[in-house]
T-cell receptor, first 112, second 114 residues
Framework: IAGITQAPTSQILAAGRRMTLRCTQDMRHNAMYWYRQDLGLGLRLIHYSNTAGTTGKGEVPDGYSVSRANTDDFPLTLASAVPSQTSVYFC???????????FGPGTRLLVL | DQQVKQNSPSLSVQEGRISILNCDYTNSMFDYFLWYKKYPAEGPTFLISISSIKDKNEDGRFTVFLNKSAKHLSLHIVPSQPGDSAVYFCAASARRNAGNMLTFGGGTRLMVKP
């Protein structure tokens, strides 16, 4: 079944450690996104990529970095995790900028 | 300051009745609006959308209404079913903006009682 996969499903991480959340889509979508979901705040955009080779900052980019080496993969890296990065992280993709976004199942991250 | 607000954190409705979920926005540049449904431990699922050139869009039991002058949209589910119990997020974007950033509301938890 075509869609978006995320790994890991969940993770407990010590503060200060480096962590990469993986996201892969097989729909050949050009645009991909990373969101975090926190209680009462909905989903907030961290970084996005309109096409392979390009990335941009969203609403809450600090402490996170992304890369888009190819169409299918869009990893999100926390260089040095802090407790405020405890959240549920969702990857999404859309056929192109402006189209409806489709979401992966999420990664639950707890930073202690 | 939240640009998209869902002022009701929860809503309880009897099976078979209509569910009405509301959403308000402040940014007049928004021109595309979406509703997503989210079950626990799953990612949001796209439900229905509406462009600012329309005031109504219908898909089966789901209808979205847009009132641009009031900067308000609503999702109507009729008849409501127990399987509709989930958290519903409204989202908005200004499509001309680079990145097509979706701005989400905080969500409304809908509970449909059998």
């Amino acid at each position: 079944i075509a869609g978006i996969t995320q790994a890991p499903t969940s993770q407990i991480l010590a503060a200060g450690r480096r962590m990469t959340l993986r996201c892969t889509q097989d729909m050949r979508h050009n645009a991909m996104y990373w969101y975090r979901q926190d209680l009462g705040l909905g989903l907030r955009l961290i970084h996005y990529s309109n096409t392979a080779g390009t990335t941009g900052k969203g609403e809450v980019p600090d402490g996170y970095s992304v890369s888009r080496a190819n169409t299918d993969d869009f990893p999100l890296t926390l260089a040095s995790a802090v407790p405020s990065q405890t959240s549920v992280y969702f990857c999404a993709s859309s056929a192109s900028r402006g189209e409806t976004q489709y979401f992966g199942p999420g990664t639950r991250l707890l930073v202690l | 300051d939240q640009q998209v607000k869902q002022n009701s954190p929860s809503l309880s409705v009897q099976e078979g009745r209509i569910s009405i979920l509301n959403c308000d926005y402040t940014n007049s540049m928004f021109d595309y609006f979406l509703w997503y449904k989210k079950y626990p431990a799953e990612g949001p699922t796209f439900l229905i959308s509406i462009s600012s050139i329309k005031d109504k869009n219908e898909d089966g039991r789901f209808t979205v209404f847009l009132n641009k002058s009031a900067k308000h949209l609503s999702l109507h589910i009729v008849p409501s079913q127990p399987g509709d119990s989930a958290v519903y997020f409204c989202a908005a974007s200004a499509r001309r903006n680079a990145g097509n950033m979706l701005t989400f509301g905080g969500g409304t938890r809908l509970m449909v009682k059998p």
